[in-house]
């Protein structure tokens, strides 16, 4: 699998700038696996190809509970998605996702349509009336997310804010020492519970309602500690994945004037639009689809061997030149409909028709309403957060 001697590359690979994809990711696919080194210094693979990458997100001999001897780590102080007492892998994993998928289907989804408009307007009115130049990152694309989300849960919206540093803690890979990330995870913990709590007392028709239903009336299909974890595990990832997304997303059309102008001139693009800004990867690597190999997984030409630490690794797969063609440029009119941002499989995002829905309610209506809207500094010159598990923007900033 590995030449002896052959040196390892860090991962996540370095940007050459915040909007354009890694050099490493343009030649990658010439090998199948490339060895790896993680930001907690262990060692990993990466495998590179679109066809391995999306068998891979299906085959059960790859699990996600990395938790265990031998085991490559993200991150030194942060186990992230590791608990013990939950297992990450079907069937126990798909009997409890079952249940909070049908909160995500495309008829509730689009139900949340006109809560979406109204939000996204009401957030354009405030940029309006501040006039720029703003931070789209907190005028749009984190209260946006963090407000929808609330709202399928049934968070109170006087909470909000709150979760911002909880989220920034639990993505952490470098910022946070230990302690520090186990402290903002209790005091989450310790919310969710109380929330829980303060629901049984007044049910509810949200999705947390909809799931202790699912604990306290239909014994045995959800424990208690499920209960707890599923609600907090969606509150944190729920929220910012889809808000460096959308950011980003509008940051990566003001730096291509081309596409931005065949856009406005043809908003039937605006669905094209947001599969080829998924396929570009702007949340980040890949490095959050850590796995291990349960057995030998024979592939096409080589064997992943069993007890190996394996990375599906989707920022290759969705630069692979067999399935995009000129996969580094950057094109709202191709077919990026294959990108596989959203993972594959088992572990699919179930956000994802959700995330569709508020990138592109939110693009069309910022764009449609700022037809000046541009970013104040050089593209080169945004900064990606560092030390986090997601690359987001530290700040978007852009006037009319």
């Not at 990395?66 to 780590?73: D, E, F, H, L, V």
């Not at 007044?202 to 799931?211: K, N, Q, R, V, Y």
């Not at 009119?333 to 829905?357: E, M, T, V, Y």
């Not at 592109?360 to 080169?380: C, D, I, M, N, W």
């Amino acid at each position: 699998m590995e030449e002896p001697g052959k040196a390892r590359c860090p991962y996540p690979f370095a940007r050459p700038g915040p909007l354009d994809p890694p050099e490493e990711l343009a030649g990658l696919r010439a090998e199948p696996l490339v060895p790896v080194t993680l930001p907690s210094g262990d060692e990993a693979v990466l495998v590179t190809r679109y066809s391995d990458v999306r068998r891979l997100l299906t085959d059960d001999r790859l699990s996600r509970r990395i938790n265990r001897p031998g085991a490559a780590r993200i991150s030194k102080n942060n186990h992230m998605f590791q608990d013990p007492r939950i297992d990450p892998d079907p069937p126990e994993h798909s009997r409890v996702r079952r249940l909070v998928m049908s909160a995500f289907t495309p008829a509730r989804v689009e139900a949340l349509r006109p809560f979406v408009e109204r939000v996204v307007d009401e957030l354009l009115d405030g940029m309006e009336r501040r006039g720029g130049p703003v931070d789209l990152n907190e005028a749009l694309a984190f209260p946006l997310p963090i407000r929808v989300l609330c709202e399928l849960l049934g968070v109170p919206a006087a909470d909000t804010a709150r979760f911002r540093s909880w989220t920034d803690h639990f993505l952490s890979v470098s910022r946070y020492t230990g302690p520090e990330i186990g402290a903002a995870m209790r005091e989450l913990s310790a919310y969710i519970g109380e929330l829980i709590e303060a629901k049984r007392r007044e049910p509810s028709e949200d999705l947390i309602g909809a799931m202790i239903r699912a604990r306290d009336e239909e014994d045995g299909r959800l424990a208690e500690y499920e209960l707890q974890w599923w609600c907090r595990l969606l509150l944190l990832v729920g929220y910012e994945t889809t808000a460096t997304q959308l950011g980003g997303g509008v940051a990566l059309l003001l730096s291509h004037p081309d596409q931005l102008a065949a856009l406005r001139a043809d908003w039937s693009l605006l669905p094209g639009a947001i599969e080829e800004m998924l396929r570009w990867k702007l949340v980040g690597s890949s490095v959050s689809m850590l796995r291990y190999a349960v057995a030998d997984i024979p592939m096409d030409g080589y064997t992943i061997p069993a007890g190996t630490s394996v990375i599906p690794a989707v920022d290759s797969a969705n630069q692979d030149e067999t399935v995009f063609a000129d996969p580094g440029v950057f094109d709202i009119s191709r077919d990026a409909s294959k990108q596989l941002s959203f993972s594959a499989g088992p572990h699919f995002c179930i956000g994802a028709n959700l995330a569709r829905l508020e990138v592109e309610v939110a693009t069309e209506r910022l764009l449609k309403r700022f037809p000046g809207l541009r970013l104040t500094v050089a593209p080169q010159e945004l900064r990606r957060q560092e030390g986090a598990l997601l690359e987001g923007f530290v700040e978007l900033p852009v006037t009319w």
